[in-house]
């Protein structure tokens, strides 16, 4: 009867380590699992830079815009066909905001950027490398129109 209650007690000091290594190692791995950029199979650190486009209703349909983060204030460029620049081997950082009231998706296909049809005031961010020089459009599958560049250089 002592040894059961000695070993169940032993057994309890396991538990409690036991249960909080397995908590850190999936905590861990997913941290690593989000640091892989979707055009890579390796988790590449490092802080990437962040670029943040909206998607809103114009008079002329659903556009993208990109918010600026340069300085301290933000700027809202509203223009047409937003063009971000990178340098090549920059990690970028999409975050994709749509305020228009209709499902937008965007779509870098030459870095396998692909988001989900998101919904009024959803939100996605997808990182990627910048591994390739050359200018670079997205587009929404859902409106052809919907259209901007990124040049990497
Ligand atoms: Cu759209």
């Known amino acids: 009867m002592k040894k059961s209650t000695y070993s169940s007690r ?3 000091k396991i538990l409690l380590p036991g249960l909080v290594a397995v908590v850190l190692v999936a905590v ?3 941290a690593v699992v989000s640091t892989i950029p979707v055009n890579s199979t390796h ?3 490092g802080a990437p830079s962040n670029h943040y486009i909206k998607v809103i209703d114009s008079k002329n349909g659903p556009i993208f815009v ?3 983060t340069k300085g301290a204030k933000k700027n809202i460029e509203p223009t047409y066909k937003p063009i971000i620049h990178a340098r090549v081997g920059e990690l970028i950082s999409l975050h994709i905001i749509n305020e228009d009231h209709d499902k937008h998706n965007l779509n870098l296909d030459e870095f396998n950027v692909h988001t989900n049809d998101i919904g009024y005031f ?3 961010s997808i990182t990627f490398v910048a591994d390739k020089a050359g200018q670079f459009y997205f587009h929404c599958t859902l409106h052809p129109e919907m259209t901007g560049s990124i040049t990497i250089e």
């Open 122 to 124: 959803g939100t996605q």
């Open 43 to 45: 988790p590449v650190f």
């Open 28 to 30: 861990g791995y997913f």
């Open 10 to 12: 032993s057994f309890r």
């Open 66 to 68: 990109t918010t600026s």
